[in-house]
């Protein structure tokens, strides 16, 4: 069995004439929480649509679950929350739900079973009889998320998943991400919400231009760069100049210093030479770049 959930060579698509993503090379672990990020028109959302089989691509090979993009079997195994989703709203959520487990093919005993253990999860019980025209975005994206684990699957591709969602729902999400790594299943992450993917993703692929052009653990990604913050006095032009031997995009304001360090091991020499240089040291603050800093500086702002 292959160790990979999704594998993407090549992978394009044109509409048109226009290209929509223009090289999409993937390796999903199984067992992974693997984040897609990238700016608005980046080819987030075509890029899911060929993985799903809802459109074809237009060059390049891909696999999930180590069988091609339109085998059948492998695409009962797999669930897809999307971003915008247009639910049947005269039905209730037990009906929904149900009505999805039948779509599966599952046996009624085993939907009966399911659906309110689902419903539970996302803390929809006590409106398991409610039309889903009477809920709310958050509500009904906490439903989703619940048709999206009804088959219980191995590969979970989850579009924007705490859209709506107040902190409490976030929360939730997060939990159940979790519950879903800890249990073996792969989740493919597509979010606006860098926050969430900071405390809930093991890698990240960043994508612009409809090309993949980073891919990284996000804990190497979030250890690595440091911005260094000093506020000393009687700073020498001699001890700024030494400091471009650990670190770049120095900047000096009076008192104030700030710098980049690749590695936190050069912080104790730092500080050790501003103290032998007779330095007056009043802050030494490192701080690590979060995911959203490291966002802006992979792909760049997207309004300009």
Known sequence: ???????????SKEFNGKIAVADLSLQVERGEVFGF????????????????????????????LGAPLMDEAVRARVGFLPEHFRFHDWLTATEFLTLHGRLYHMPEECIQERVPQLLDLVSL??????????????????V???????????????????????????RLVRDIIGDLRDRGTTVFLNSHFLSEVEVTCDRVAFIKGGQVIHTSSLASLVEGEISLQIRAQNLSSETVDAFASWGRNLQVDGPRLTMMVDDETSLPAINRLLVESGAEVYAFTPQRLSLEELFLKVVGDENN
């Open 1 to 11: 069995m292959s160790t990979l959930a999704i594998e993407t060579q090549h992978l």
């Open 37 to 64: 990020l990238g700016p608005n028109g980046a080819g987030k959302t075509t890029s899911v649509k060929m993985l799903l089989g809802l459109i074809t691509p237009s060059a390049g090979s891909a696999k999930i």
């Open 125 to 142: 019980s006590a409106h398991a009889s409610k039309k889903l025209h009477a809920f709310s975005k958050g509500m009904l994206q906490r």
């Open 144 to 170: 989703g998320l619940a048709q999206a684990l009804l088959n219980d699957p191995e590969l979970a591709i989850l579009d924007e998943p705490t859209s709506g969602l107040d902190p409490g729902g976030r």
